[in-house]
């Protein structure tokens, strides 16, 4: 509800690609580096599924840490890139590992890898569809229908129940809750928040970010006092030397995996940029990017307990072992690379340096640059004096050369003109 979305969608691409592929990279080598280092430290007792989850669980990131300390008004787009990966890679995480549970291990075939990734597909598309609908359809209720409009109780509990509608539907059809209610934040955000009176406005804002706090508070104090329960450090067998194998195994394969597909994207990334207007993602914030998802959170913890507990308990001493295992992770990782990241983010990116060039604020603009309208053929190029031909070639050059730039351009036409009338918003002109 409170992404900062012109950031989001102008960095669309790259967030999508370090969210999306690099979770799959990440997993691929975190998977294959247990399947071949567990067994060397005398922990080897798992299936090809449990092998898969685990590379799924230990390749989602938390960037809590990361985002308190980098500043968004000096480097907005870092900022949107550590962000948004974040919530992606969260919600990748989730529907990946449904499509992993889903695998049938006794009919493993040459195609199960593209069955995997069309499970995929199919939850991350139909999530995204249902949490968009409800959005839109709460945005409608809001603007059209009379009831609950002028009332802040009304307003503000219409969009909280059915955000939670959202989340509810998508778990009762067995989609991605997380990436549902993303989506559907992000509508009612763009739509149902403006046709709501200011009062509502200051309360909704107030009430997601108190709730947002609550429940990231409440999952570390979970985290922390399950940590205190004995039965599963007790059903454990491994020795002291198998666990101090097996978490430098996770440390190392966590520090390999993120940095396997974080520098190589970001490369890919600014070669695809080209000349735009975007500054690239420098070495400096490739090393930020890759720090700040190094730490584990409370969507590795929720993963494990999923795939290895029965309502949160197991007799199975491996499983034990794996529990036991993520939560020292979780806690390492928050606290030894959280209480690093202030230090490395200091020297790596030094205070009052802004390193976004100006051009980066026009995406924010209601009026990107003239020459950028793309009028393939106006009526005043048809003069036969050959300019609309220019014209055109010169747009089609520049739309391959800026494409999000350009479907930015034509999402604003067409949501002024069609969207913005039904659901509600103010217009871009």
């Not at 979970?222 to 198998?242: I, N, P, R």
């Not at 990334?269 to 914030?285: R, Y």
């Not at 230090?343 to 209601?366: K, Y």
């Not at 053929?377 to 220019?390: C, I, K, P, R, T």
């Amino acid at each position: 509800f409170q992404v900062k979305k012109k950031q989001f969608f102008h960095n669309f691409l790259t967030i999508m690609s370090f969210g999306v592929f690099g979770v799959f990279i990440s997993v691929a080598i975190v998977s294959a580096g247990f399947y071949w280092l567990l067994p060397k430290v005398g922990f080897g007792k798992l299936d090809a599924v449990d092998y898969l989850a685990l590379g799924v669980i230990f390749s989602s990131t938390d960037t809590v840490c990361t985002l308190q300390v980098i500043s968004q008004d000096e480097t907005p787009r870092l900022y949107s890139l550590v962000f948004g990966e974040g919530v992606v890679n969260d919600a990748t995480s989730v529907v990946l590992f449904n499509a992993i549970k889903n695998m049938d291990i006794t009919k493993i075939k040459s195609g199960a890898v593209l069955k995997v990734i069309g499970d995929f597909l199919y939850l991350f598309a139909t999530s995204t569809i249902l949490g968009a609908t409800i959005g839109l359809f709460t945005a409608y209720v809001l603007k059209a229908l009379y009831f609950g409009r002028h009332s802040t109780d009304r307003e503000v509990a219409l969009m909280a129940l059915m955000a939670y509608l959202s989340y509810m539907l998508a778990e009762l059809l067995s989609l991605s809750g997380i990436l549902t209610v993303f989506f559907c934040g992000i509508v009612m955000s763009h739509y149902a928040w403006h046709n709501v009176t200011e009062s509502s406005r200051i309360t909704t804002r107030h009430i997601f970010a108190t709730l947002s706090f609550i429940a990231e508070t409440f999952i570390f104090l979970y985290v922390g006092m399950d940590a205190l329960d004995m039965d599963k450090w007790k059903t454990t067998q491994a020795s002291f030397k198998t666990s101090i194998g097996i978490f430098g195994v996770i440390i190392s394969l966590i520090l390999l995996g993120r940095a396997a597909f974080v520098f190589p994207l970001s490369i890919l990334s600014n070669f695809m940029s080209g000349n735009s207007e975007k500054a690239p993602i420098t070495f400096k914030h490739q090393v930020v990017i890759w720090w700040a998802g190094l730490m584990r959170g409370a969507v590795s913890i929720a993963l494990a307990y999923n795939q290895f507990t029965f309502s949160g308990v197991t007799q199975d001493p491996v499983h034990a072992t794996i529990i036991t295992s993520t939560i020292v992770v979780v806690f390492f990782t928050t606290l030894v690379f959280g209480f690093l990241t202030r230090p490395m983010i200091s020297a790596m990116l030094p205070q009052h340096r802004h390193r976004e060039p100006a051009g980066g604020r026009s995406t924010g603009s209601n009026s990107p640059k003239d020459e950028f309208i793309l009028p393939f053929l106006g009526d005043e190029d048809a003069s036969g004096s050959g300019s609309g031909f220019v014209q055109a070639k010169r747009s089609i050059s520049m739309m391959l050369e800026r494409p999000i730039h350009t479907v930015h351009i034509y999402w604003r036409k067409f949501d002024d003109r069609f969207m913005r009338p039904i659901f509600g918003g103010p217009r871009s002109y």
